[in-house]
């Protein structure tokens, strides 16, 4: 946990961004609940899950290794409490 109790849901811009091979991932939880966090390809296919957890409120920090795909556009989709959000990032080897 990087910070206190958060005021809402946020899922912020990956960093760097286009990335090779790892970037980091930063989000907020305002109240404790089961955490999704899922990369997904171009296709909407499902490549890596960064977080399957109950987290405690605060934010988090993510660091997303993609030395085994290829380049191209990622799409990373944080889930939780009813929340959704869905962000674009660019991998480039």
Known sequence: ????????FTL?????????PST??????PKSGNVS?????ELGKEVN???SA?????TYEVTFNAEA???GI??????????????KMLLIK
């Not at 980091?24 to 939880?29: E, F, G, M, V």
């Not at 990622?74 to 962000?87: E, Q």
């Open 1 to 8: 946990t990087i910070s206190s109790v958060a005021d809402n």
């Open 12 to 20: 912020s811009q990956n960093y760097p961004n286009p990335f090779n």
């Open 24 to 29: 980091k991932i930063t989000y907020s939880l």
């Open 37 to 41: 966090l899922k990369v997904y390809n």
């Open 49 to 51: 899950t960064l977080v």
């Open 54 to 58: 109950f987290k405690n409120a605060g």
């Open 69 to 71: 795909l290829t380049s």
């Open 74 to 87: 990622y799409f990373y989709s944080l889930k939780a409490d009813g929340f959704t959000n869905t962000k």
